[in-house]
Structure formats: C-alpha cells, structure tokens
C-alpha cells in the first residue's frame, strides 16, 4: 500500500512539473465564479513544487464569498500566520479575483488573482498577497504565478476522535502515540509511560487545523516555544487514516513521508 502511495505522489509530482500554460491552456474566462467554486490548494509557486508547509487552501462558496487557510512556517511573535478558514468577500471582474479578509480588530489581508489558464481540477494564477495593519501595508507586495489543485475531499469532521500511530517524521520518536482531535479545535497528544501508561502531553497550547486535505497543527510545551506540524490526509477509511507530507531539508532537497493510524475505539 505505501508503495502504491509512493507511485501516485511521483506521478502528482512529475504531472505538476511537467506543466505549463499550453498543457493547461484553457483562457476561456466566461462563468469563471462558477469555475471557480470549490476547495483549491496551493502546488507550485513560479515552477517550484511546495512542501506541505508552504501551502495553502483557498475556498470559493459562492461568487461573494469564500474564505482561506493557513499556517505559515515563517511566522513570528508578532506575526502569527495562523489562519483557520477566514472569511472573506470575493471580487470577481473579467479575470482578476480578489479576495479581502479580516484576521483580527488590527489586521486585514488581501488576495489578488488573476486566472492565466483553468481548467477543471487544475488552474494557474498570477497572484499578489498583502497584508495590512491598522490600514498600513505591513506584508507585501508578495507575488508569483501559482498552480492550484482543486481539493474534492474535507475531512474536518473525519479526523475527530482519537488515533493511534506512530511518528517517525521531524518530532516523532518511533515510539507508539495517540492523538485525539476535539471539535474546538485542540488536540491531546498521548505517549506511554514507564508503567505502560497512557499519559497526556501537558502543553499550554494545543491546536488543529483541516480544511479540505490541509492538516497543520501548533503547540507549545515546557520550552516556551511554538512548534508546528503540516501533513495532508491521503484517506480516512474504516477507521484508518492515512498522511503524507513533502518535506524540505536545508540544502534543499526534498523527499516525502507517510503516517498511518487506526482509529481507537
């Protein structure tokens, strides 16, 4: 199963860089509120396959509406960057998208699309992204031609409960752990004690993300510092749940790893 997993993700792979606007070429703009709606998410950005870090989702409910996820690894004490499906109004005029969102009482942030090619799971956009505070630019002028892949699964409400699995990828140890996603938003994350024991991690943060295939999460423990995890959901099927990831390491290689749980009844 994890090589038939492996197979399809090279195959995503090669489709992505692969294409180009003549692959995808369809600048037929007529109805575009309507070819639009749905789930997207981020997979390039000017030619480079992003890691799971780096994405984000975009939804498009209905021709004024719509809202955006994301977690972004680059954030900071004062910058956040954690966005839990905002609201947002959405623009559409010939074949610009705008989409204009409050994260909090001070900050605000825009998103300017403007379609290049679209085709039915597939779109490629030119697209700018500011941020402001208090009316002032703070974040931007940030720019790119984006490749987008329209996302047919939410599992939101799939991945709640508790799961048992174990983590080998970035802070896991190779040991058997159990995560439980509650409906507020926060997850317990569970490990055995010397006595076999399952105890609970004691963070003063805890927190989830799913929109659509997108899984980030955040918490902070006894060292003070925020931590942050990205995954996508491959499956949640009878009772097992399927992630993978493409990770970056510093010298900018590039390679993918997958974590398969049960659920716990």
């Known amino acids: 199963m994890e090589r038939k997993i492996f197979v399809m993700l090279a195959l995503a792979v090669m489709l992505f860089s692969s294409c180009d606007r003549e692959d995808i070429d369809n600048t037929n703009f007529n109805n575009l509120s309507g070819k639009i709606a749905g789930k997207w998410m981020m997979t390039q950005l000017d030619g480079r396959t992003l890691p799971t870090n780096e994405k984000m989702v975009y939804t498009f409910d209905s021709p004024t509406t719509g809202y955006f996820t994301t977690s972004r690894v680059d954030f900071t004490e004062h910058q956040k960057k954690w966005s839990n499906r905002i609201p947002c109004d959405v623009t559409i005029s010939g074949d610009k998208i705008t989409m204009s969102g409050i994260i909090n009482a001070f900050t605000t942030v825009e998103a300017e699309l403007t379609m290049k090619a679209i085709i039915e799971f597939e779109m490629l956009t030119e697209s700018k992204y500011r941020v402001y505070s208090n009316g002032e630019l703070i974040s931007g002028d940030n720019s790119g031609t984006i490749m987008w892949t329209k996302v047919m699964s939410d599992y939101r409400d799939d991945i709640l409960g508790t799961w048992e699995g174990i983590n080998d ?97």
């Open 169 to 265: 990828d970035l802070y896991g140890d190779g040991q058997l752990h159990r995560w439980q996603y509650n409906y507020d938003g926060t997850y317990n994350y569970y490990r055995k004690d010397a006595n076999g024991e399952w105890v609970a991690d004691v963070n003063t943060l805890s927190e989830y993300i799913v929109d659509g295939t997108l899984l980030c999460t955040r918490w902070t423990n006894n060292d003070g510092i925020e931590k942050r995890e990205w995954w996508e959901i491959a499956s949640i099927k009878n009772d097992i749940m399927t992630w993978y990831a493409l990770r970056e390491r510093k010298d900018g290689s590039t390679y993918y790893t997958i974590l398969r749980m049960m659920r716990v009844r």
